[in-house]
């Protein structure tokens, strides 16, 4: 038994095809089928089940096929890890970044490592969760910082917690909400002016139509819904408009005196929970460590 009879048994258990499989893997059908026979008179039993042009595991081939996958899963990363010692680098970060950590962390990590790691190459993508946690179990990512509330659960997925934020209603300096020199403001004061934020969970949503009333809620209440926050703030430099989420987004704008964060009462309870998500056995790379280290130096309010 051999690494590649085991990529052979689960080509065809992913393909369900001889024929199919044997392209996918670059050989002939016939070298495919005397490799999986080769692989069950090693086992001494039967893997596949022959039905026509449909190919199926037995109950023994799915055990089997389960237990090459982690091996192969760990021959791959033992190759990986040798590879990045053999070539005296600590290899690229790739990563995904939710709209919340975008928003605080995309900018200043890129020019962060231009100015301090230009060697180094780093690839960011953004995109919907299922996207990007499919690019994470492909090994075209090697982490993600996300939504913690967002992540469904699974046996595969390393879920580590790295900030909490608080979330807040944001206005440019101008707005016409300002000039009444209000201590406090309540939601209803909000409602004449559009809302804008990304798109909010259920358990933010119930949260928000909790403490304010029902015309908080966000299905009716958000005029303007975007994914990414940075065109939001964007938005509310240039507009009326209130932005809710993060205030960390926002951070820039307040610091320079274009943005300012309305204080609405009562306080909004919850605040925004990130994690960053990884492969459980995964390797890391020396340089993901560059990237931890900035998130948890910029990642706070």
């Known amino acids: ?29 016939p070298a495919l089928s005397r490799s999986i026979r080769l692989l069950e008179e090693t086992l001494g039993a ?3 089940d022959r039905m026509g042009r449909r190919n199926e595991l037995t109950p023994l081939g799915e055990s089997v096929a389960a237990r090459a996958r982690l091996l192969l899963f760990g021959a791959e990363e033992l190759r990986r890890s040798v590879d990045m010692v053999k070539k005296g680098h600590s290899g690229p970060i790739r990563i995904g970044l939710g709209s919340g950590p975008a928003a605080v962390l995309m900018t200043p990590f ?33 982490a993600l910082v996300i939504d913690r509330r ?11 917690m ?16 300002l ?35 029902p015309r908080a809620n966000p299905n009716t209440a958000v005029g ?14 240039q507009t009326d408009v209130v932005f809710f989420g993060i205030v960390a987004a926002a951070r820039q704008g307040i610091v320079s005196g274009e943005l300012v964060e309305l204080p609405v009462r009562p306080l909004f309870g919850a605040k925004g929970m990130f994690a960053m998500i990884t492969l459980v056995g995964r390797t890391e790379s020396p340089s993901l460590q560059l990237f931890r280290q900035f998130v948890q130096e910029h990642m706070h309010d």
């Open 1 to 29: 038994m051999n690494l590649k009879q085991l990529e052979h048994l689960l080509a065809v258990a992913d393909a369900r095809s001889f024929s199919r499989a044997a392209l996918r893997m670059h050989i002939t059908q």
């Open 46 to 48: 039967r893997l596949i």
């Open 110 to 142: 890129m020019v962060h490592m231009a100015r301090h790691h230009p060697q180094v190459h780093v690839s960011i993508t953004r995109g919907a969760l299922d996207l990007q946690l499919g690019q994470l179990r492909a090994r075209t990512a090697d």
């Open 150 to 160: 967002a992540v469904p659960p699974a046996d595969d997925l390393a879920v580590e």
């Open 162 to 177: 790295v900030a909490e934020l608080r979330a807040g209603f944001i206005c440019r300096s101008g707005h016409p909400l």
């Open 179 to 213: 000039a009444r020199g209000a201590e406090a403001y309540t939601f209803d004061d909000l409602l004449p002016y559009p809302l804008a934020s990304t798109t909010l969970t259920d358990e933010i949503g119930n949260l928000l139509m909790r403490q304010y009333g």
């Open 224 to 237: 303007l819904r975007c994914e990414e926050m940075d065109s939001l703030i964007a938005t509310v430099r």
